[in-house]
Every structure is written in C-alpha cells, then in structure tokens.
C-alpha cells in the first residue's frame, strides 16, 4: 500500500483518489485556521501558484488535533481559507492526523518515516514526489517560502 493507493474525501465531499496526483509532486500540509502558523496559508497558496503549472499539488489537510485549533465544520474552513487568504490549492475534509485514528495516508507516512516523522503541530509538511514516494518533512517553523522548502520542490518536481 502505497501513497497513491490511498485517497481522502475533498473539503466539498467529493472523492479524492490520490491515484490522480500520481506523476505530480505533492506538498501534504496539515492546517488549521486559529493556529499562530495560520498565516502560512498564503505562502502555501503562492508556493501552488508558482509551480502548480510545473505539476506541485499543494494539498491542505484541516486537522483540529493540535490545541483545538480547526473547532470548525468544512464549510466554515473554506470559507476561512478562501476569504482571508485566497486559497484556491485543494482542501481535504477534516481529519485527524495523529493517533490510532489518524488517516490512513498519516498512517501510511508513519510506517514510512517512523512515529518520530509524525506531525508535531499544525502545518507540518511532507512533500511526496511524483513515484509516491516521501523525500522531504518539513516541520511547522519551515516557512513555505524558505529556501531550504523550495529547493526540495524544485527537487520533486516531475
């Protein structure tokens, strides 16, 4: 069982096999809208907007699991992101993304990089490349414009 052999549901309930992203590389974040890392949603959307042509999927996993920071239903989330930082880059449902619940694409990156690899906090970030693959985590403090980021992108990318 691999990355792309998994899929989430979308944050407006569609299916979302990640069988689709595969041949693409793709930057896994967990948010969440009332976090002091919050404001990293734009430079999530500006990382899609600049290399979403070069086949980067920044995806968004709103996770209320970290200090009861994501209270809100899927509606209110997007509504967030879109309204106070343009998100248009695509947004899972709400999920836990630590614990013996967790989803099982975090339960995947666990038994690929160890419990120790799990996130810490909100806005930790994994980026994927385009085999399915893990070649990066980033924690929280990783700013999605540093340099260290953007040059394991470029890296990823197909």
């Known amino acids: 069982m691999g990355f792309h052999d998994l899929a989430f549901v979308s ?59 994501e209270p809100e239903g899927e509606v209110k989330i997007q509504e967030f992101c879109e309204v106070r930082y343009g998100v248009d880059f695509p947004l899972t449902k709400k999920e836990p993304v630590i614990g013996p619940d967790a989803h099982p694409v975090y339960r995947w990156i666990a038994g690929v990089v160890g419990e120790a690899g799990a996130p810490k906090w909100n806005f930790h970030k994994y980026l994927i490349d385009p085999k399915g693959e893990i070649t990066g985590v980033f924690g929280s403090k990783v700013a999605p414009d540093s340099a260290d980021l953007k040059t394991a992108i470029e890296a990823a990318l197909p």
């Open 11 to 69: 944050i407006t309930g569609e299916p979302m096999p990640l069988a689709a992203f595969r041949g693409k590389a793709v930057l896994l974040v967990n948010t969440a809208s009332q976090c002091g890392f919050t404001p990293q949603y734009k430079g999530l959307q500006a990382l899609w907007e600049g290399y979403k042509d070069k086949d980067l999927v920044v995806l968004g996993v709103p996770s209320n699991d970290f200090g009861g920071q």
